[in-house]
């Protein structure tokens, strides 16, 4: 799917923007043809936007995979929101993406009205076509007067289209970023990532969402074909801690293999990946420690 950078002449930005666990990450791996981006069946799995760059005919197309916009009370919840919908002025295009299989929900309706207060051209992208087709129709009445797209992230059906009209639709812009390049951002996140995405498909239903990680260690070895890191996954509380770890660390290695099978498909080299578990008393509820932790001015 994905062509050569050389000629480029059109360059843009896209905004991937749905309300939780619709498939957006999904749908950028998929374009991509990588796994940069991490993905759960459980909602809000993504937290901060990333950067995902395709080139494509004569188009470079860079698209923010944004979280899921969803109306929560804690201050990350409100910190994910606002980065989603802050991306609309910073782009060309938006991607609106929906759910065929749930059909048209209230979160849907006050993003579709989010989104054309921002006066860009829309996209409205429909998921999982091929588990309730026809589906279309339905969701064009969220927007008339924008394009309408049948989907299915998971086996690419239809992905092909959408790209094409992605790219004729990018303005006259030299490319952004080096033909080679599929992420803005560096490896070291995408690590991060990874780990947390094994405590999401691992653990229960609250915990993830009392989980950051941060990379505490990176040591490069080319002699050994070698990546050494060093990396703690921080909770919220002591039971929580006991939880990740499992009973005779049982849970703690499955994290750690799972994520570094992923790592090592990443960066093409074998990795050592230590693990460990710290305690920050209710991180979530605390602007100077999300912050820390990467997810900007959530005290706003």
Request: proline share 4%.
């Amino acid at each position: 799917m994905l062509e050569s950078g050389n000629g480029i002449t059109h360059c843009g930005f896209v905004a991937l923007i749905g309300r939780p666990n619709v498939g957006k990450s999904t749908l950028l791996n998929k374009i991509l043809g990588e796994k940069i981006v991490i993905t759960s069946r459980k909602p809000q799995t993504t937290r901060n936007s990333i950067k995902g760059i395709i080139n494509h005919k004569s188009s470079q197309i860079v698209i923010f995979d944004t979280p899921g916009v969803h109306e929560g009370a804690k201050l990350i919840n409100r910190y994910m929101a606002r980065r989603a919908l802050s991306t609309l002025s910073e782009v060309d295009l938006v991607l609106f993406l929906v759910d065929a299989k749930d059909g048209v929900r209230d979160e849907d309706r006050m993003l579709a009205e989010k989104i054309s207060e921002a006066k860009v051209p829309v996209f409205v992208v429909v998921n999982k076509s091929d588990v309730r087709e026809g589906a279309g129709g339905e969701f064009s009445q969220l927007l008339p007067s924008s394009e309408v797209f049948e989907v299915s992230a998971l086996s690419g059906k239809g992905t092909g289209e959408l790209l094409d009209a992605m790219s004729a639709a990018m303005p006259e812009n030299p490319a952004c970023y080096p033909e080679d390049y599929l992420t803005d951002r560096p490896e070291r996140f995408i690590a991060q990532e990874f780990i947390r995405e094994k405590v999401f498909e691992l653990t229960g239903e609250e915990l993830p969402y009392s989980v950051a990680v941060t990379i505490e260690l990176w040591e490069e070895k080319p002699e050994q074909d070698l990546n050494v890191i060093h990396a703690t996954i921080h909770v919220e509380r002591d039971s929580q801690k006991a939880i990740i770890i499992g009973k005779g660390g049982t849970l703690i290695k499955e994290i750690g293999k799972r994520a570094r099978m992923d790592l090592e498909k990443l960066l093409g080299t074998r990795v050592f990946l230590d693990l460990h578990v710290g305690v920050e008393k209710n991180w979530t509820k605390d602007p100077v420690q999300l912050k820390r932790f990467g997810y900007g001015e959530a005290d706003a």
